[in-house]
């Protein structure tokens, strides 16, 4: 009634993008910004250090977690597909087995940590590669305990059955952010743990 | 005004539309206060974007003034070496952070929403908390004044210059709390920015009204749609930078630190990888508002709606290239001075195209010279110079000699000013009549117009001579030896022009919002969206959802024998 | 008198004067006024850039005058013109043309910046270190194995008598940036790296600059003198330096014919904190803090050029150096006025 008058309005429904799934895009290109500075000041300060230790002598290769995180990814595309198609069960089993492999995860960097700062005496101050270690995968794993926690919120809903499956679009952006945590974990793994050592 | 047009019934837009706004009465004092702190409305916080960078445009007009004091003669004493370098720091932080991208995210946030028929943005909640973490950000750098601690010691707010290289921030160089408040104070607008950036790609993408396909979105939100995209990419690395100063400062990290093998360098290219492409957020929303004032003023369709489009893709793209050619002088080899002086000089395709385009427009028009218009041309005339001297200074061999000096100061003042503030006081007059009712006064608009004008070119046409004479920026006094005295008296004499435009600008909008001639919902007799709604807008925008046809929707209902569709 | 410098500066500017002659007799530091190769190549990339930009601008404001004055609203006309909404003609017309000009600048741009910055360095060229440092210069000599400050001495490279200054630049600290107008564009000295660049001054001279690069709160105290000097007076200039270096050694060793005065300002320079950061060849001051002294009587300047170098003024500095330069890293010893008249007279000792 108070519209424009037109002559031809089309009558194919008008359909725009989610606008979950374009403010995550967004923000993972935002983030992605963020994470390819801290690459590019690890690439660039390899081997410049002047004093050890060197990434050579005190880094291995952390398997278990790369494994967990990477298989996480694939969980949560079987739980996002279960919350389409109304499985709530299904669902839940799937969404908490994500969280328990990005848990396992954490907990290997953790591990990682400890024995760099405690038994190596490595930290962040001690060199260049010290700073720009810590740093890069730190980041990477805050975004994990973010991921973790956001998935934690939903994992507390679904157990209280308040997660339906009109929910599934938002789950999608979810899923949608720690694919990316993943996807950069393969960067940060290239980079730190092939090429730096 | 425009408002005599006869024959369409604007005054209540779109015929049905309520012409009666609903009047919300004033509550208390607290409570409008608290109404304007808890809003998550886009209008509402757009004017709120819109006043907090004009607050601080005067502030930092403030401070050039004073440094343009400074240097109006050589061996001044009017500030010490330690303040006039906080001011020259203060005023480049504050304009580029404070006023630029607020004042152009506020104008994003009040018209995008309503020029492309929607009730709000897609996230209001992200959009006030954007607001209020930048809002945050500004208090916090400029609570440095009482808070920090300076180089020597003795003062406070940062003074190591807007681009603040490494290692002269360094602990070992920067003792106190300064560079903290710089750098802190920056993340957290810097998130405000990456808040909002996302805000307005997903309004643009995802809450456009039925029939508005992406060739018919109006060029505004299309360019700010790029600059969002922008922002994304530039802001970012910036807020990685800031961080590792941090890791720097508070945990010993060597990011910067040259003594342990780091490299000052490193801090050039990612602070110039946001620095150079934030020239781009700045000036697209200022090419934003020509594309919309120049038509209406000039009663012609825009000039190339496509080419216009690419255009600032392009530049976002290019934008993303050439930060090093801030580095002509650092030591590049002379294979990265060529490739950062070639792709450099690409970015002048297509901000060609734009100026020509904006020609094109004009060209076989009916010109009104209404003040937005006239700010618009000189906009125009003044965009042309600063991006010849922009091209210039990417001939890397001529930069050794301009680099740094006050020819660079003077061409991005250029920008700055010449095209940035000028199509923000366009815009301001243009849809100050939207946001408040109210028009701004025309007799008032014309002295500001001519004085800024004036007091601009004296200014900033004579700023670039003492450039090539050899005087460096950044400089708090001169020998007399040197034949810069002169020159510098005229510049900081055209600065103070500039000052009195900007309060008699500044009474205008405060005596036009109590006394100003009331406008009516379209008084310039324009096309988009927004001047279909009463002004000032309802809270709910549009009564019922607009359906358009073309990029011109009240040109189309003006002109029903002539629709634009079948041309687009 | 004064208003006559900016005047002809302004024509200078305007790129219709490109005369090096035409004031040579005062120091200058118009990049317009180049002597010496690498600021001359740029000077004329300079004025053939600036001619093209002129015609762009001349023509693309015609072009808009004209529109505005054309097509301005009548009175009274209400009707709308014409809509035209674009030309894919028109639009490729006005992309090709600019690149075609942007070709033509890259290319006049290449071929200047290859040919300066990757210049070989001649056998004959005289080699310089330059060290920045918050906020004075400090100069080596590799080759003649001397060190000064702030004032910079090299010899004229015309003619067959070529005989260019190749630097060598690095930093203390922070960043700072070399740059003499007359002679080359600037180049930044950065800590952890050593950039290159030449100059080959083809007149004798004073030639004035100063830091380029903003480098805390005295760089607009940064400044820098370079003395071309004629083949001889460069000779003479480095064997006064390199004798004065060993008079001094010789002194220091025994035989006390200096004033008395002043070795017992020796003595006294000695046991303050003055030789952690200055060096003064051949005795126990070896700081690097602060400038070389050794030759401190052969500068015309004090402080980077802040203040005149004379005995009054060497005095006030030691006495208390914010005097003339706030923010000084050189802080005010408290020394009582006999000590403060012994160590000048033994720093005016230093030839």
Redesign the interface.
Do not use: Y
């Given at each position: 009634m108070s519209t424009i008058p037109l002559q031809h309005v089309e009558n194919e429904p008008w359909r725009l993008p989610s606008r979950g799934v374009v403010a995550m895009a967004s923000l993972i290109t935002a983030e992605s910004a963020i994470f390819t500075i801290f690459v590019a000041a690890y690439l660039y300060y390899l081997g410049r250090d002047v004093v050890g230790p060197t990434p050579r002598e005190v880094l291995e290769i952390p398997i278990l977690g790369t494994v967990c995180l990477l298989s996480s990814s694939f969980f949560i595309v079987l739980a996002e597909h279960a919350i389409t198609h109304a499985r709530m069960k299904a669902f839940t089993l799937w969404w908490s087995v994500t969280i328990l492999l990005g848990a396992i995860f954490l907990g290997d960097t953790a591990r990682e940590w400890y024995k760099l700062i405690v038994h190596v005496h490595l930290t962040i101050s001690t060199n260049l590669f010290g700073t720009t270690f810590y740093s890069l995968v730190g980041l990477h794993a805050s975004h994990v305990i973010i991921g973790l926690l956001m998935m934690l919120v939903v994992f507390a809903f679904a157990l209280t059955g308040k997660v339906e499956p009109a929910h599934a679009e938002r789950v999608k952006v979810l899923a949608l952010y720690w694919h990316f945590v993943d996807a950069v974990w393969v960067v940060v793994f290239t980079v730190v743990y092939l090429i730096g050592r | 005004m425009g408002t005599d047009t006869p024959g369409i019934p604007i005054g209540g837009g779109i015929e049905g539309l309520d012409r009666t706004r609903p009047h919300t009465t004033r509550g208390t004092y607290l409570e409008v206060v608290h109404s304007w702190v808890v809003t998550v409305d886009h209008k509402k916080l757009g004017i709120l974007y819109i006043s907090y960078a004009l607050i601080f445009l005067l502030v930092a007009g403030v401070e050039a003034l004073l440094i343009r004091i400074q240097l109006s003669i050589p061996h001044n004493t009017f500030v010490s070496a330690a303040s006039f370098n906080r001011l020259f720091t203060m005023h480049g932080t504050t304009m580029v952070f404070l006023v630029g991208m607020p004042i152009l995210f506020g104008f994003g946030n009040y018209l995008i929403p309503l020029m492309i028929g929607a009730r709000d943005m897609a996230f209001p909640r992200l959009n006030a908390f954007s607001f209020w973490i930048s809002a945050f950000g500004g208090i916090l750098l400029y609570y440095s004044f009482i808070g920090g601690v300076g180089l020597s010691g003795t003062g406070s707010a940062p003074d190591v210059a807007w681009f603040a290289y490494a290692p002269l921030t360094e602990k070992a160089f920067s003792p106190g709390h300064t560079v903290d408040y710089w750098a802190v104070s920056l993340i957290a607008s810097g998130i405000g920015s990456i808040g909002t950036a996302i805000n307005i790609l997903a309004t643009v993408f995802c809450m456009r009204c039925k029939g508005m396909t992406l060739m018919r979105i109006p060029l505004l939100p299309w360019l700010y749609a790029v600059v969002s995209f922008i922002v994304l990419v530039a802001v970012s690395p910036l807020t990685a930078a800031q961080a590792m100063l941090m890791i720097d400062r508070y945990l010993g990290g060597h990011f910067f630190d040259t003594q342990a093998g780091g490299s000052a360098i490193l801090w050039a290219h990612f602070f110039w990888i946001f620095g150079h492409p934030e020239v781009y957020v700045l000036v697209l929303p200022a090419f934003a508002f020509a594309n919309e004032i120049i038509p209406v003023f000039s009663r012609k369709a825009i000039f190339g709606y496509p080419a216009m489009v690419a255009a600032s893709v392009a530049i976002a793209f290019i934008s993303l290239g050439v930060w090093a050619h801030h580095m002509f002088t650092i030591g590049m080899t002379s294979f990265g001075n060529a490739f950062f002086t070639l792709s450099t000089m690409l970015v002048s395709i297509p901000t060609g195209i734009k100026t020509f385009n904006w020609l094109a427009t004009i060209w076989g028009g009916k010109i009104r010279f209404e003040t937005p218009m006239l700010f618009s041309i000189a906009f125009i005339f003044q965009f042309v110079i600063a991006g010849l001297t922009g091209i210039m200074l990417s001939i890397s061999a001529w930069n050794w000699q301009t680099h740094n000096s006050y020819f660079v100061v003077a061409h991005f003042h250029y920008v700055l000013v010449g095209a940035i503030v000028f199509m923000i006081f366009a815009a301001l007059y243009y849809w100050y009549p939207k946001i408040t009712g109210r028009m701004l006064d025309d007799r008032l608009g014309k002295w500001h117009f001519w004085l800024m004008v004036i007091g601009f070119h004296i200014t900033f046409d004579t700023m670039h001579i003492p450039g090539l004479l050899g005087m460096p920026r950044q400089i708090y006094t001169y020998e007399a030896d040197r034949g810069w005295g002169t020159l510098n008296m005229i510049v900081s004499a055209g600065g103070f022009i500039q000052a009195i435009a900007v309060l008699i600008f500044v009474y205008n909008m405060v005596h036009s919002y109590f006394r100003g001639e009331t406008a009516g919902a379209d008084p310039w007799d324009a096309w988009t969206l927004e001047w279909s709604v009463p002004s000032p807008p309802p809270v709910y925008n549009f009564a019922s959802d607009p359906v358009v046809s073309s990029r011109r929707p009240l040109w189309d209902l003006k002109h029903p024998e002539d629709q634009d569709a079948p041309y687009e | 008198m004064?208003?006559r410098?900016?005047l002809r500066?302004?024509v200078?500017?305007a790129g219709i004067l490109d005369s090096c002659a035409a004031w040579a007799a005062?120091?200058?530091?118009?990049?317009?006024s180049h002597i010496s190769t690498?600021?001359g190549?740029?000077n004329d990339?300079?004025l053939f850039?600036?001619t093209i930009?002129a015609g762009?601008?001349l023509g693309?404001?015609a072009?808009?005058v004209y529109?505005?004055f054309r097509?301005?609203?009548?009175p009274g006309?209400?009707t709308?013109?014409?809509?035209?909404?674009?030309?894919v003609q028109?639009?490729l017309a006005?992309?090709i043309i600019?690149?075609l000009i942007?070709v033509m600048?890259?290319l006049?741009?290449?071929r200047?910046?290859?040919s300066?910055?990757?210049a070989r360095r001649p056998a004959s060229a005289v080699d310089v270190t330059v060290v920045g440092h918050?906020f004075w210069w400090e100069f080596h000599y590799p080759q003649y194995n001397i060190v000064t400050a702030n004032e910079l001495h090299v010899p004229v490279s015309a003619g067959a008598s070529a005989r260019p200054t190749f630097m060598k630049l690095t930093s203390a600290?922070?960043?700072h940036?070399f740059?003499v107008?007359q002679l080359?564009?600037?180049?930044?000295l950065?800590?952890?790296?050593v950039?290159?660049m030449w100059i080959d001054p083809q007149r004798t001279g004073l030639y004035?600059?100063?830091?380029?690069?903003?480098?805390?709160?005295?760089?607009?105290?940064m400044?820098l003198r370079v003395y071309v000097d004629s083949p001889e007076g460069f000779q003479q200039w480095i064997a006064q330096q390199q004798k004065a270096q060993a008079e001094i050694a010789a002194d220091a060793s025994g035989a006390a014919s200096a004033p008395i005065n002043a070795h017992d300002g020796q003595v006294v320079f000695e046991h303050q904190a003055c030789i952690n950061c200055h060096t003064v060849a051949g005795t126990a001051a070896n700081g690097r803090f602060g400038p070389d002294l050794t030759h401190l009587m052969s500068r015309e300047t004090l402080a980077a050029g802040a203040t005149p170098n004379t005995p009054e003024n060497l005095r006030a500095w030691i006495d208390d150096p914010n005097i003339f330069k706030?923010?000084s890293l050189m802080p005010a010893m408290h020394l009582t006025g006999r000590q403060n008249d012994q160590i000048t007279a033994y720093l005016l000792t230093l030839k």
């Open positions: - | - | 004064k208003s410098v900016p500066d302004l200078a500017a005062t120091p200058s530091t118009s990049t317009f690498p600021a190549e740029v990339l300079s850039v600036l930009s762009i601008f693309v404001s072009l808009l529109a505005l097509f301005r609203a009548r006309d209400t709308e013109p014409p809509q035209v909404f674009g030309s028109i639009e006005w992309t600019p690149i942007i600048l890259f006049g741009t290449a200047v910046l290859f300066v910055q990757d918050q600290d922070v960043i940036s740059w107008p080359a564009g600037k180049t930044d950065l800590p952890n790296r950039n290159e004035l600059g100063q830091c380029a690069q903003f480098c805390g709160m005295q760089h607009a105290k400044l706030p923010g």
